[in-house]
């Protein structure tokens, strides 16, 4: 059984910073390319960072030189550090995993950035 956990969300205010982590069970972690993405409401939802197998990265532009992603393969898990985080990052994060043919995503972790 397939299971990505997210955790690490909750309430920070703006300019403050947060990190989300992901557990990844039930696939072979490390061919799996990986993602963070976000819906607010009444939006899609959208990408925020991915990360490759091989440990390339991407970003949406509203996050470059704020967020980093990352992978650690030997605990099955992806991170996602956000800092100088702004009220338009609030939404629900998810983790995405992602290989030819297979798609899995987790249930989410809500952000939300107020003062």
């Known amino acids: 059984q397939v299971q990505l956990v997210e955790s690490g969300g909750g309430l920070v205010q703006p300019g403050g910073s947060l990190r989300l982590s992901c557990a990844a069970s039930?696939?072979?972690?490390?061919?799996?390319?990986m993602g963070w993405y976000r819906r607010s409401p009444g939006n899609q939802r959208d990408l925020v960072a991915t990360?490759?197998?091989?440990?390339?990265?991407n970003y949406a532009d509203s996050v470059k030189g704020r967020f980093t992603i990352s992978r650690d393969n030997a605990n099955n898990t992806i991170y996602l550090q956000m800092n100088s985080l702004k009220p338009e990052d609030t939404a629900v994060y998810y983790c995405?995993?992602?290989?030819?043919?297979?798609?899995?995503w987790g249930q989410g972790t809500q952000v939300t950035v107020s003062s």
């Open positions: 039930g696939i072979t972690f490390s061919r799996y390319k």
């Open positions: 995405r995993g992602n290989l030819v043919g297979l798609n899995y």
């Open positions: 990360i490759s197998s091989g440990g390339s990265t």
